[in-house]
Structures are given as structure tokens and as C-alpha cells.
């Protein structure tokens, strides 16, 4: 078997997304033959790469502002995921320009894509998400004790952005209901005995610009400084950037919150600005730290902390 190279299978991952836009542009009503790929695309895919029906090596391909980026082996959060022979990784490295000036030669490859992709799942969204030091998960009814007591502390409050003030059990049910309730990205966090210790989101999340926000209240202040708020912040922005395809997490962290802005950089956050004297709390004006995390960086930083 031909032996490729990470830039290699780059350079097929970035040809195939030409010839693509190529093919389909003049075939239009072949799209349907893939239907099933462009349902449950999340721009990640797991490349399984074969010889005489054996697989010979495996890639996982994420999709990101930066161009692909490719890792060894498929990871599991990967839904979707294609079979391919090496004869045509190496045809398609070596006739790029000629399928796309001939784009009707790519049809004989099309019925081998079709029996080659395979759909792991197709579950868009999943119950709970596991990290090495919490659970994710959606709210519950037994949950509203906790989330009482967090929602009306007013040093909690207070590095949210929030003013002084009691939020009642039935206005909080009520928002519940909107967010949690209804948000499969509002999450509780637990502990790995399955006690509550706070609440995360995803919010905003901007499907044109593939990107969204992020929100954490580690409400049990026990677990301050212990690791559990940054293992929630990997766990969620892991399965933001694999399994919803977003290119990019921000958040907005007030300069009197230096434990969480430390947090957030732990787990590969850059300060992108600063904006001055813009938030109002509880008598008194406070800059507003600007951050943020490309896909691309997060791999990286995910790499390099491995």
C-alpha cells in the first residue's frame, strides 16, 4: 500500500472539497445519492483507508476557519465516517485538475462513496457528556434546590454580571423551562458521583458564522480552584468544535474575576480585547475581558497538554 502522510491525506481532504463544489454544481440531481452525508454533516468526518477490503489506516478530518485539520486514528465523537481505497486517495492527489476540468469523469467514483459511508449515529445531540472530572447533563426537576441556592448568591451573581437580588423559585422554574428546558446545550454539571456542582451553555449559537458563546457557574464554591470548572469548559467546547462543527467559542469575563479568566486560558482561551467601564454592577463600572478559542487552537492546545 501506497503510504500517505499527513499532508497528504490534507491535500485529499482538501481536493475532494473542490472536486465537490465542482461536481455538484454541474450534477445537481445527483446530490440525493448522499443525502444521508449532507443530513447529518457536521464537517468532521473519520476516513477509513483500504486494500483489498482490509483497512491500512485511519484519519479523523475536522473542518475548520483554518482549512482541514488532520489527526491519526478516529475519534469517537466522529458521526460520520467513509471508506475509501488508496488507489483512489492516490488518483484523486494526482488528477485534481483534470477531474475538475472534467467533472463527469468523478461518476464512476460515486456508487463506492455511497457503500462506503457509514452513519454511527443519528443522534444529533447526545443525554450527557463525560469529562474526566464531571458529567454534563440536562436539567432535572430535582435540581431547582441547588440552582435556588446558586441563582441567589450574590458573590455568584456578582462574577456573572448580575445585580444584588432574589430570583424566586417560580421565576427560575420558568426560565428553566425556556433554557434548560428546551436548550440541549444548558447543562448541568456534576461531579462523578453525580452531585450538581454548577450549570454550563452554548449559547448564541450562530449557524452561518459557525461559532456560539459560553457560559459557566461553578455554583458549589467546594469545588473552586479544583480543576472541575476547566474539565467542564474542555468537555463542552470539545464536543462544540467536533460534533457541532463550530469554528470558534467566545466569552466575556469581567476584570475582577481573575480565577476564572486564568481557568479559561488553562484551557486554550486567548484575550482577543478588552472593553472598558461596560458593565454596570451593583453600583459600580467594570471592564469587560473579550475571549476567545478558534478549532484550529484547540487541537493544538489539546496536542501539546497531551
Known amino acids: 500500500m501506497q503510504e500517505f502522510a499527513i499532508q497528504d491525506i490534507k491535500a485529499f481532504a482538501d481536493a475532494v472539497k473542490d472536486l465537490y463544489k465542482v461536481f455538484f454544481k454541474r450534477y445537481p440531481m ?5 443525502i444521508k452525508a449532507l443530513l447529518y454533516d457536521n464537517g468532521n468526518y473519520g476516513l477509513l483507508i483500504k486494500e483489498k477490503n482490509l483497512v491500512k489506516a485511519k484519519y479523523t478530518i475536522y473542518n475548520s476557519s483554518q482549512g482541514f485539520i488532520i489527526e491519526r486514528n478516529i475519534k469517537s465523537s466522529i458521526n460520520m465516517r467513509f471508506e475509501v481505497e488508496s488507489s ?15 467533472p463527469y469523469k468523478l461518476i464512476k467514483y460515486l456508487p463506492g462513496i455511497v457503500r462506503g459511508m457509514t452513519l454511527v449515529s443519528q443522534r444529533l445531540y447526545i443525554d450527557m457528556l463525560e469529562g474526566s472530572k464531571v458529567f454534563l447533563r440536562p436539567y432535572e426537576e430535582n435540581d431547582m434546590p441547588y440552582l435556588l441556592k446558586w ?50 451553555q452554548l449559547y448564541d449559537l450562530n449557524e452561518q458564522d459557525k461559532s456560539c458563546k459560553l457560559g459557566i457557574r461553578i455554583g458549589d464554591k467546594d469545588y473552586w480552584s479544583k480543576g472541575y470548572g476547566g474539565d467542564a469548559v474542555n468537555t463542552i467546547v470539545e464536543y462544540a468544535f467536533t460534533s ?44 469587560e475581558i473579550l475571549m476567545g478559542l478558534l478549532k484550529s487552537e484547540f487541537f493544538d492546545h489539546a496536542n501539546k497538554a497531551d
Not at 30 to 34: D, E, R
Open 88 to 102: 483512489v486517495v492516490a488518483d484523486v492527489l494526482n488528477k485534481k485538475q483534470e477531474y475538475i476540468n472534467k
Open 244 to 287: 457541532m462543527d463550530k469554528y470558534r467559542v467566545d466569552l466575556r469575563v469581567y476584570e475582577f474575576n481573575g480565577r476564572a479568566a486564568h481557568c479559561y486560558e488553562k484551557c486554550g482561551f486567548k484575550v482577543e480585547g478588552r472593553s472598558r467601564k461596560s458593565a454596570y454592577i451593583d453600583g459600580e463600572y467594570y471592564d
Open 30 to 34: 445527483l446530490k440525493p445519492f448522499i
Open 151 to 200: 441563582y441567589n448568591d450574590n458573590e455568584l451573581n456578582k462574577l456573572a454580571g448580575w445585580s444584588k437580588g432574589k430570583t424566586s423559585a417560580s421565576k427560575l422554574k420558568y426560565n428553566m423551562s425556556r433554557s434548560f428546558g428546551s436548550d440541549p446545550m444548558n447543562l448541568m454539571i456534576d461531579d462523578l458521583n453525580g452531585k450538581p456542582i454548577g450549570t454550563i
